[in-house]
Nanobody, 120 residues
Framework: QVQLVESGGGLVQAGGSLRLSCVAS????????MGWYRQAPGKQRELVAM???????NYADSVRGRFSISKDNAEKTLYLQMNTLKPEDTAVYYC??????????????WGQGTQVTVSS
């Protein structure tokens, strides 16, 4: 069993910054990829940022240059540094991880989400 717990959300003014953290209950060294998704009311859940086991990152066009994803394997923690926040960044942010435990067997794990609200 693997659990992901997000923290760091809150209310900030436009132009401000937040750092989200996601702590895994088990080692993240065996993940194929981890990332952050977000979902605003009435909208589809969208990919924000992803990082592979090899350290390759991918960002949504809307956040590229403003957000940065990273992880600390020793601390079993995934981070999302969010800078120059905009009101349209307001959403519930979800941590995601895919564990590859055996050949052709993967676990897709989601955190419970943390609210980020950016005021104009």
């Amino acid at each position: 069993q693997v659990q992901l717990v997000e923290s760091g959300g809150g209310l900030v003014q436009a132009g401000g910054s937040l750092r989200l953290s996601c702590v895994a209950s088990r080692s993240i060294r065996s993940t194929t990829r981890m990332g952050w998704y977000r979902q605003a009311p009435g909208k589809q859940r969208e990919l924000v940022a992803m990082i592979t086991d090899g350290g390759i990152t991918n960002y949504a066009d809307s956040v590229r240059g403003r957000f940065s994803i990273s992880k600390d394997n020793a601390e079993k923690t995934l981070y999302l540094q969010m800078n120059t926040l905009k009101p349209e960044d307001t959403a519930v942010y979800y941590c995601y991880g895919q564990w590859s435990v055996v050949v052709e067997a993967t676990w897709d794990i989601w955190g419970q989400g943390t609210q980020v609200t950016v005021s104009s």
